[in-house]
């Protein structure tokens, strides 16, 4: 057999040596993952279904400025902002997502929607189980993205911190729902009979 053969493995145990491959594997125990009953971890840095972040008193991270739309290179995202008021305020500053949809018939998960998102309002999950039986089920909204509220935060719409502003927010500043704000919420649950905040 010429060096060169031995280089490309053409020669005639080339062949043999294939097959010793194929017999080394077939008495090895199957690798059998027994999904969905029991689920592996992912890894801490998955890429998996999108969610829309909160600060920590409960207003939204969202400015509804479209950068993650135009960053979409499979056009999924769609967002269309809306301006903020005294009376009803979604975010600090003057804009918010009023409406947030995400096509995971399109997504392919790639993350450059997160990269694009000047206010880190759009992070990605460990959530891998996106299957449904319809189209429509797969177009998430801007409630099924949402994060949930935890310990300190009310649901927007309502006023910034007094004597705050949105430089403040995206400072860290704000750790959570001011007394202010809590009593006010608590004030509107009573009025429309909603669940209390969670202090």
Request: charge should be negative.
């Amino acid at each position: 057999m010429s060096s060169d053969e031995k280089d490309k493995g053409t020669g005639p145990l080339a062949g043999v040596a294939g097959f010793g491959v194929t017999f080394a594997t077939m008495f090895r125990k199957a690798n059998t993952e027994q999904y969905p009953e029991e689920k592996n971890p992912t890894a801490l840095r998955f890429h998996g279904r999108h969610q829309l972040n909160r600060h920590p008193d409960g207003l939204e991270k969202c400015i509804g400025c479209e950068l993650c739309a135009w960053a979409c290179p499979a056009d999924a995202i769609y967002v269309e902002g809306a301006d903020n008021t005294e009376e009803e305020r979604f975010s600090p500053g003057e804009r918010y997502g009023k409406v947030y949809q995400i096509n995971y018939l399109r997504c392919i998960l790639c993350g450059l929607c997160i990269e694009a998102c000047p206010t880190r309002a759009l992070t990605m999950t460990n959530e891998y189980e996106l299957a449904d039986t319809s189209r429509q089920a797969l177009i998430y909204t801007k409630d099924q993205l949402l994060a949930g509220l935890t310990d300190g935060m009310v649901p927007a719409p309502h006023p910034m911190q007094p004597g705050t502003n949105e430089k403040d927010y995206y400072k860290g500043q704000v750790t959570r729902a001011s007394d202010e704000q809590l009593a006010e919420y608590e004030q509107r649950a009573a009025d429309e009979g909603e669940p209390e905040a969670v202090r």
